[in-house]
């Protein structure tokens, strides 16, 4: 299996500079109760994301960020490194998100992704589209949320003449 690249030095790519099974780690980033429940106050207010002790008797005995904060969380991670960023930004063209766990106050979440697929448009040569799995974990090794998304990365400009 390669080596996850280094989040520590994000680096810009074009689509010719990715292949299918590379990685990358993102930095990790601790979960806070209060901004967690801020979060849901303005974005998802059910109970089980803004009220601990209401939270106690519902489907997640406790409480749980919204699906939403940990999508967004790891898209901050994703840009900061832990994804293969284009020329120009990391450009999504749709996805889909499953949460197969709740992400809880005081989980420390990393996202790990990986290339699936490469395919140059048909019909704009200068990009091409790249299928990542991004999988957020906690600290204990736990998946709360996997991304899979389709990226648009541009391709590498003809050399100026």
């Known amino acids: 299996m390669a080596q996850p690249e280094s989040a520590a030095k994000p680096a810009t790519y074009y689509f010719e500079d990715l292949h299918v099974g590379q990685r990358f780690v993102?930095?990790?980033?601790?979960?806070?109760?209060?901004?967690?429940?801020?979060?849901a106050s303005e974005f998802d207010p059910q109970p089980f994301?803004?009220?601990?002790?209401?939270a106690q008797d519902t489907f997640f005995?406790?409480?749980?960020?919204?699906?939403?904060?940990?999508?967004?969380?790891?898209?901050r991670l994703l840009v900061d490194g832990g994804a293969p960023a284009a020329v120009g930004g990391i450009i999504g063209a749709g996805g889909e998100i499953v949460w197969p766990q709740p992400t809880r106050a005081g989980d420390v979440l990393t996202v790990e992704s990986?290339?699936?697929?490469?395919?140059?448009?048909?019909?704009?040569?200068?990009?091409?589209?790249?299928?990542l799995?991004?999988?957020?974990?906690?600290?204990?090794?736990?998946?709360?949320?996997?991304?899979?998304?389709?990226?648009?990365?541009?391709?590498?400009?003809?050399a100026a003449a």
């Open 133 to 158: 799995r991004s999988e957020t974990k906690n600290q204990r090794g736990e998946v709360v949320q996997i991304f899979t998304a389709k990226l648009v990365v541009p391709t590498r400009p003809p």
């Open 49 to 54: 994301h803004v009220d601990e002790v209401a």
């Open 114 to 131: 990986e290339v699936l697929t490469l395919r140059v448009s048909r019909t704009k040569p200068d990009r091409g589209l790249v299928t």
């Open 61 to 75: 005995n406790g409480l749980a960020a919204s699906g939403w904060h940990t999508a967004a969380v790891t898209m």
């Open 26 to 39: 993102s930095r990790s980033q601790a979960m806070d109760a209060t901004r967690m429940k801020a979060f």
